[in-house]
């Protein structure tokens, strides 16, 4: 499933966008990252148009994700509210610099954790040590942080299985979604 083009779900899956484009006034491409529940291409395609906040023509993917599973926990959307649990699902956006380069650089992951503090440590223990000036940037629980417990209206639970599967790779390459 290389393509955003080609793929079609039988039930709805969690996926991680990384959009960028530009604003109406700024000077240079601005990043986001937006979480969609989807079963097809199309439809994940409209969200995404949905929660962008710049300019439409210059709108495009440079990295996406189907986040199935992970640490051992399998990741389900539902409609249905899970009851609480111990568990949840983090999205860690941790900022670093690179010596004698301008500008910010990012290293974005997934992680399940009991706490923010604890999925901070575990963000930072996954990335690389020798990153410059590392900092904490942005840190959203999708079970209630800052009220995205949900994706859509879907509810994201996590059930674990033990099974040792990886988050699934990345899928990196520039994707045009001018309307």
């Given at each position: 499933?290389?393509?955003?083009?080609?793929?079609?779900?039988?039930?709805?899956?969690?996926?991680?966008?990384?959009?960028?484009?530009?604003?109406?006034?700024?000077?240079?491409?601005?990043?986001?990252?937006?979480?969609?529940?989807?079963?097809?291409?199309?439809?994940?395609?409209?969200?995404?148009?949905?929660?962008?906040?710049?300019?439409?023509?210059?709108?495009?993917?440079?990295?996406?994700?189907?986040?199935?599973?992970?640490?051992?926990?399998?990741?389900?959307?539902?409609?249905?509210?899970?009851?609480?649990?111990?568990?949840?699902?983090?999205?860690?956006?941790?900022?670093?610099?690179?010596?004698?380069?301008?500008?910010?650089?990012?290293?974005?992951?997934?992680?399940?954790?009991?706490?923010?503090?604890?999925?901070?440590?575990?963000?930072?223990?996954?990335?690389?040590?020798?990153?410059?000036?590392?900092?904490?940037?942005?840190?959203?629980?999708l079970d209630g942080c800052i009220n995205i417990d949900k994706v859509d209206e879907y509810f994201i639970?996590?059930?674990?299985?033990?099974?040792?599967?990886?988050?699934?790779?990345?899928?990196?390459?520039?994707?045009?979604?001018?309307?």
């Amino acid at each position: 499933m290389a393509y955003l083009e080609q793929f079609s779900f039988e039930s709805p899956k969690m996926l991680v966008f990384c959009l960028g484009g530009h604003t109406e006034y700024g000077k240079l491409e601005v990043h986001d990252v937006v979480f969609v529940v989807a079963k097809t291409d199309k439809e994940a395609i409209e969200k995404m148009r949905k929660a962008w906040f710049g300019t439409q023509k210059s709108l495009h993917v440079d990295s996406w994700l189907v986040v199935e599973s992970i640490n051992g926990y399998e990741v389900r959307v539902t409609k249905t509210k899970p009851p609480n649990k111990n568990t949840h699902l983090y999205f860690v956006n941790l900022g670093y610099y690179i010596p004698l380069q301008i500008g910010e650089h990012h290293f974005m992951t997934l992680v399940t954790a009991g706490s923010k503090r604890e999925a901070m440590k575990l963000a930072m223990n996954e990335c690389s040590s020798d990153l410059h000036m590392l900092h904490l940037d942005d840190l959203h629980d999708l079970d209630g942080c800052i009220n995205i417990d949900k994706v859509d209206e879907y509810f994201i639970t996590l059930e674990y299985t033990g099974l040792d599967k990886d988050l699934a790779q990345p899928i990196n390459g520039y994707l045009n979604l001018r309307s």
